[in-house]
């Protein structure tokens, strides 16, 4: 059993009303999640005596706090934990997906979750299918049931591709998420950020209004010729929302500030590089020539001959890395040394290329020594 907390701030804390407020205020509710954790260990009965329990906190971010072991007993204080948990965000699908891959080999698997389920990261729904789908029950024991903050306005994400091309119009999507029932009135700033340099992403600064639930909000962003690594930052500042009575009421008391940016980060890459091993120089030139015109100059080709690639596996793979697309012309094996075919081989999968299919890679290693490697590219 692993025991999945929520420990969030949009858990309201529940102090004690008799202690003084000069005193150390106990969380109530804190104390009651505590001794649930404790007792239902020490209360599984005896056919359970060999269960293994496990303790999963999460916020933003999952960590796993006691690893599923035998334990005969659990005396669990939320302040003797070890993790600095991010407060201001609710990744229930994280902790989920945490818990599934923390499960040891060949036992029965049972996810306890505390939560008050307000989730603003992930897709709970999502990991609960494939924990069902993998014969995990899921209990749930509800913190807070329904209490939820409608004054609450985040900034969900930022998505743009992780990777792109220089020069590109890069698309860039701002998600904010309200759960105030009305609509809420403020500013969205986008900026970009690379070599320490913050530039908004035009049209921002915008006024934006914000209804109830997911809205996304559209960008793009030119980007220079040049192979760059960007940050992009989004910033929402709440300034009104919207009354009983239809008018305007300025402010959003309860809105928590720390939910209110989103950050990303884009790679714009330089001109991609084909290579081609080919046996004499100019061999392959109608090949080289279709590559060039088919791809509009996106690609830079260059060819090469087996006498001049690098002879050590190490020398070789640094000069692979320089490409991304490797193509053999019809080079007879006995022209590449073992050492080379092992790399050229291995740098496939290992730098992230798409593989050849295992019979081709049969067929490249049988043929090593008599015959010519067979047609392929690697990319």
């Given at each position: 059993?692993?025991?999945?907390?929520?420990?969030?701030?949009?858990?309201?804390?529940?102090?004690?009303?008799?202690?003084?407020?000069?005193?150390n205020?106990?969380?109530?509710?804190?104390?009651?999640?505590?001794?649930?954790?404790?007792?239902?260990?020490?209360?599984?009965?005896t056919?359970?005596?060999?269960?293994?329990?496990?303790?999963?906190?999460?916020?933003?971010?999952?960590?796993?706090?006691?690893?599923?072991?035998?334990?005969?007993?659990?005396?669990?204080?939320?302040?003797?934990?070890?993790?600095?948990?991010?407060?201001?965000?609710?990744?229930?699908?994280?902790?989920?997906?945490?818990?599934?891959?923390?499960?040891?080999?060949?036992?029965?698997?049972?996810?306890?979750?505390?939560?008050?389920?307000?989730?603003?990261?992930?897709?709970?729904?999502?990991?609960?299918?494939?924990?069902?789908?993998?014969?995990?029950?899921?209990d749930?024991?509800?913190?807070?049931?329904?209490?939820?903050?409608?004054?609450?306005?985040?900034?969900?994400g930022?998505?743009?591709?992780?990777?792109?091309?220089?020069?590109?119009?890069?698309?860039?999507?701002?998600?904010?998420?309200?759960?105030?029932?009305?609509?809420?009135?403020?500013?969205?700033?986008?900026?970009?950020?690379?070599?320490?340099?913050t530039?908004?992403?035009?049209?921002?600064p915008?006024?934006?209004?914000?209804?109830?639930?997911?809205?996304?909000?559209?960008?793009?962003?030119?980007?220079?010729?040049q192979?760059?690594?960007y940050?992009?930052?989004?910033?929402?500042?709440?300034?009104?929302?919207?009354?009983?009575k239809?008018?305007?009421?300025?402010?959003?008391?309860?809105?928590?500030v720390?939910?209110?940016?989103?950050?990303?980060?884009?790679?714009?890459?330089?001109?991609?590089?084909?290579?081609?091993?080919?046996?004499?120089?100019?061999?392959?030139?109608?090949?080289?020539?279709?590559?060039k015109?088919?791809?509009?100059s996106?690609?830079?080709?260059h060819?090469?001959?087996?006498?001049?690639?690098?002879?050590?596996?190490d020398?070789?793979g640094?000069?692979?890395?320089n490409?991304?697309?490797?193509?053999?012309?019809?080079?007879?094996?006995?022209?590449?040394?073992?050492?080379?075919?092992?790399?050229?081989?291995?740098?496939?999968?290992?730098?992230g290329?798409?593989?050849p299919?295992?019979?081709?890679?049969?067929?490249?290693?049988?043929?090593?020594?008599?015959?010519?490697?067979?047609?392929?590219?690697w990319?």
């Open positions: 059993v692993l025991f999945v907390i929520d420990r969030s701030f949009s858990i309201p804390v529940e102090f004690d009303s008799t202690a003084s407020p000069d005193s205020r106990i969380d109530r509710r804190t104390e009651r999640v505590e001794q649930f954790i404790n007792d239902a260990v020490q209360l599984r009965g056919a359970h005596k060999y269960d293994r329990v496990g303790l999963i906190l999460f916020g933003r971010r999952p960590r796993l706090e006691l690893p599923a072991s035998n334990a005969p007993s659990v005396n669990f204080k939320m302040k003797d934990a070890a993790s600095n948990i991010d407060g201001n965000y609710t990744d229930i699908a994280a902790a989920i997906k945490l818990a599934l891959a923390s499960f040891p080999e060949g036992t029965g698997k049972r996810i306890v979750l505390v939560s008050d389920g307000n989730e603003n990261l992930g897709n709970a729904e999502e990991q609960a299918r494939i924990a069902r789908l993998n014969g995990v029950q899921i749930v024991v509800p913190l807070a049931a329904g209490y939820k903050n409608e004054n609450e306005v985040l900034v969900q930022v998505e743009a591709p992780p990777k792109t091309e220089q020069g590109s119009r890069l698309p860039i999507r701002v998600l904010i998420r309200s759960y105030n029932p009305r609509m809420v009135y403020g500013t969205l700033i986008l900026k970009q950020i690379t070599d320490g340099e530039v908004p992403v035009a049209p921002s915008i006024k934006v209004r914000v209804p109830p639930g997911l809205t996304p909000f559209a960008f793009k962003q030119p980007l220079v010729n192979q760059k690594s940050t992009y930052q989004a910033i929402f500042q709440p300034e009104a929302v919207e009354n009983e239809g008018g305007i009421t300025v402010g959003l008391e309860g809105d928590r720390q939910n209110n940016s989103a950050t990303t980060h884009v790679v714009a890459m330089g001109q991609r590089r084909i290579l081609v091993i080919e046996q004499t120089p100019g061999e392959h030139q109608l090949l080289v020539d279709r590559l015109v088919m791809s509009n996106k690609y830079k080709v060819t090469i001959t087996p006498a001049r690639l690098p002879e050590s596996k020398d070789l640094v000069f692979l890395s490409y991304d697309c490797v193509i053999l012309a019809n080079v007879p094996a006995e022209m590449i040394n073992g050492d080379q075919q092992e790399m050229l081989r291995s740098n496939t999968p290992a730098a290329r798409a593989p299919s295992r019979r081709r890679c049969r067929s490249i290693a049988t043929s090593s020594r008599s015959r010519s490697w067979p047609r392929a590219a990319c």
